[in-house]
C-alpha cells in the first residue's frame, strides 16, 4: 500500500486531494478525492490525530474486474454540477463519458476524463442502462458520489497491449547479405528461432520490429512475411531447378506470446524427429540412461503376440485388432502402422501416462504426425536431428548398423552411400515442409557433441523462465486467445 498527500493546487484553491492508492495485484487502484476546503480541515484534524490518513478498504467486488483495471472515484456532492455529460457508445454499449465542461468539479477533479467508460454509480450498476436513467441516479445521491470507472488511458493501454506482437524467426537474416534493403544501417539482423517484437507493419514489405533480448533496443527494419517468403523462395529454387518440392511457401515467421510454465503443470512434451537412421533413437537412448528419472519415453501398442521375455506395460501393450482398430477410428494413436501382418502405434493415452508420473516424455515421430500433439495441452518442443554433410557422414557412421524397413523384413547392414544421400535429401524435404515446428536443430555429426548439445538445449527449456510459444496454441482458451490472437494468422 502507497499513500501520498497532494498539496493544494495553487489554480484550483477549493480542492485538496487526498490521494489512498491501492495497488492490487490486478493492477487495480482506487483513487478517493474530497473535494471541499471545510472536508480539507476536517482530514486534516484526523490525519494528525492519526499521523497518516487511513486507507478505505478496498472495495470487494473490484477484484473480480479480472481483466481490467478499475478506478473508484469518490466525489463528495457540493451545489456544484458534475460537469460532465455522458453518451452510450453504440459499438459496445457501455456508458461513457462524452464531455468534461472546463473549470467544472470533474475538471478540477482531475479525475474523471473524456471517453472513460461508466460501471457503477454508488454501487448501482450502469449496465443497459440509458444516460437519462443515469442522472436521476446522481441527483437523488447525496453526499459522497462513488463512481466506477475504466479509465480511458487504462483501455487505450490495453487495446496497444493486444496489439502487441511477438514473431519467432523461421530463418537467419544478415542485412550486409540483402541488396535489396533500403537503408542497411537501419535493418535488424536475426538468427532462426529469435523472437521479434513487432512495432510497425505499415510497410508491406519492410516492418520494424526490435529483438526481445536486448531489453529497450530500437527498432529496425525487417522483411515483411510476403518480402522474406519471395526471397526465400527464390533461394529455394535456385537450389533445386526442378520443381519437386512443390508450391509449399517456405515458412518464415511464427507468432508467438510468451509462457512462464508453473512448477506444478505438466513438463513439455518432446518431440524428437529427423530422417531414418539420422539417430533419433540413439539420442533417446542417450537421454533416457542419463537421467531415467527425469525422462521417460511411451509404450507403443500392438496387435502381434506377446514373446515369453516380454512384459505387458513395459515393452508393448498387447491389444486384440478389433481394439486397436476402434483406438484407430477414436483417433486415439498419434501413429500406427503395419509390420509383418500386426500393428503397432503410438498412443495419446501412452504419452500422458509419461507426462502424468512429472517425467519429461521423449517421443519420436514422423513430422507429419506432430500435429496431433501441436496442441496447447502438449505444447511440443520439436527438435529436429539432421544430419551433417555426406562426408561427415561417411567419416562418423563407418562402424554403424541399422535396421533396415519393411521390404527387407527389418534386416541390419551398414549404411551405403545410397542411404546417406536419402537420409540428406529426407532431411532438406522435412525442413522444408515441417521447419516452422521445429524449436531446435542438433546435426548429429559426432554423437557425443549432438548428445550433450541437446541435453544441454532441453535443461535450458526447463530452466527458462519466460518461453514463446506458437500463439495458435492458445487460441483454444478464449481470454487468452482475445489476447494473443487475432491480429494476424498465428503462423505468417
Ligand atoms: N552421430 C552418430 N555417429 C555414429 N553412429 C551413429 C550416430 N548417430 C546414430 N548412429 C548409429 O546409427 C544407427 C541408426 O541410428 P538410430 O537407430 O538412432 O536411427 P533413427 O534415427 O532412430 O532411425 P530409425 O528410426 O530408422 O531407427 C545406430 O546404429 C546408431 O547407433
Request: some cysteine.
Given at each position: 500500500q502507497r499513500q501520498t498527500r497532494q498539496q493544494p493546487?495553487?489554480?484550483?484553491p477549493d480542492f485538496h486531494f487526498v490521494w489512498s492508492v491501492l495497488l492490487a495485484a490486478i493492477n487495480t487502484f482506487t483513487v478517493f478525492v474530497f473535494p471541499s476546503q471545510s472536508l480539507l480541515s476536517v482530514h486534516d484534524t484526523v490525519a494528525q490525530r492519526d499521523f497518516e490518513p487511513t486507507l478505505p478498504p478496498i472495495p470487494d467486488d473490484v477484484l473480480d474486474e479480472d481483466e481490467d483495471s478499475v478506478?473508484?472515484?469518490?466525489?463528495?456532492?457540493?451545489?456544484e454540477p458534475l460537469g460532465a455529460t455522458i453518451k452510450k457508445d453504440k459499438s459496445t454499449g457501455a456508458i461513457v463519458v462524452a464531455r468534461i465542461m472546463r473549470g467544472g468539479a470533474a475538471d478540477k477533479s482531475g479525475l474523471i476524463h473524456e471517453g472513460d467508460e461508466l460501471k457503477e454509480v454508488n454501487g448501482i450498476s450502469l449496465e443497459h442502462r440509458k444516460p437519462k436513467e443515469i442522472l436521476p441516479l446522481l441527483a437523488c445521491s447525496k453526499g459522497e458520489v462513488k463512481f466506477k470507472i475504466i479509465p480511458a488511458s487504462f483501455k487505450e493501454e490495453m487495446a496497444s497491449n493486444k496489439k502487441k506482437l511477438f514473431l519467432r524467426a523461421l530463418f537467419d537474416y544478415d542485412p550486409d547479405d540483402d541488396p535489396a534493403v533500403p537503408c542497411k544501417d537501419a535493418a535488424i539482423g536475426f538468427k532462426r528461432g529469435d523472437v521479434l517484437q513487432v512495432v510497425s507493419m505499415e510497410d508491406d514489405?519492410?516492418?520494424?520490429?526490435c529483438h526481445l533480448r536486448d531489453g529497450n533496443a530500437r527498432g529496425g527494419l525487417i522483411p515483411s512475411r510476403q518480402k522474406s517468403s519471395r526471397a526465400r523462395e527464390a533461394a529455394r529454387?535456385?537450389?533445386?531447378?526442378t520443381g519437386v518440392h512443390g508450391p509449399t511457401r517456405p515458412p518464415t515467421y511464427i507468432e508467438v506470446i510468451p509462457y512462464h510454465r508453473d512448477p506444478k503443470e505438466r513438463?513439455?512434451?518432446?518431440?524428437?524427429?529427423?530422417?531414418?537412421?539420422?539417430?533419433?533413437?540413439?539420442?533417446?537412448?542417450?537421454?533416457l540412461l542419463s537421467d531415467p528419472?527425469?525422462?521417460?519415453?511411451?509404450?507403443?501398442?500392438?496387435?502381434?503376440?506377446?514373446?515369453?521375455?516380454?512384459?505387458?506395460?513395459?515393452?508393448?501393450?498387447?491389444?486384440?485388432?478389433?481394439?486397436f482398430e476402434?483406438?484407430?477410428?477414436?483417433?486415439?494413436?498419434?501413429?500406427?502402422?503395419?509390420y509383418n501382418g500386426h500393428y503397432y502405434g503410438t498412443s495419446l493415452d501412452s504419452v500422458n501416462r509419461v507426462m502424468a508420473e512429472g517425467k519429461v516424455c521423449l517421443l519420436d515421430v514422423h513430422p507429419g504426425k506432430i500435429k496431433h500433439v501441436y496442441t496447447c495441452e502438449y505444447k511440443p518442443y520439436v527438435v529436429f536431428v539432421k544430419p551433417p554433410g555426406i562426408e561427415e557422414l561417411r567419416l562418423t557412421r563407418r562402424r554403424a548398423?541399422?535396421?533396415?524397413?519393411?521390404?527387407?523384413?527389418?534386416?541390419?547392414?551398414?549404411?551405403?552411400?545410397?542411404?546417406?544421400?536419402?537420409?540428406i535429401s529426407l532431411a532438406d524435404d522435412m525442413e522444408s515442409q515441417c521447419g516452422h515446428l521445429f524449436e531446435k536443430v542438433i546435426v548429429n555429426g559426432d554423437i557425443a557433441m549432438a548428445f550433450r548439445e541437446l541435453k544441454a538445449d532441453l535443461e535450458r527449456v526447463e530452466q527458462t523462465e519466460v518461453q514463446w510459444l506458437p500463439a495458435e496454441w492458445m487460441c483454444s482458451s478464449p481470454t487468452k486467445a482475445r489476447r494473443s490472437c487475432g491480429h494476424l494468422d498465428s503462423w505468417i
Open positions: 493546487d495553487s489554480q484550483h478506478k473508484i472515484v469518490s466525489l463528495v456532492k457540493t451545489n514489405t519492410w516492418w520494424q520490429a529454387r535456385r537450389r533445386w531447378s513438463h513439455r512434451l518432446v518431440v524428437l524427429v529427423g530422417p531414418d537412421g539420422v539417430g533419433v533413437n540413439e539420442l533417446k537412448r542417450r537421454l528419472d527425469h525422462y521417460g519415453v511411451t509404450v507403443p501398442h500392438t496387435t502381434r503376440e506377446k514373446r515369453r521375455q516380454e512384459k505387458e506395460g513395459v515393452d508393448y501393450h498387447f491389444v486384440s485388432v478389433p481394439m476402434e483406438d484407430i477410428l477414436n483417433h486415439r494413436f498419434i501413429e500406427y502402422g503395419r548398423k541399422f535396421i533396415c524397413g519393411e521390404e527387407d523384413k527389418g534386416s541390419v547392414r551398414v549404411f551405403s552411400e545410397e542411404d546417406f544421400e536419402d537420409m
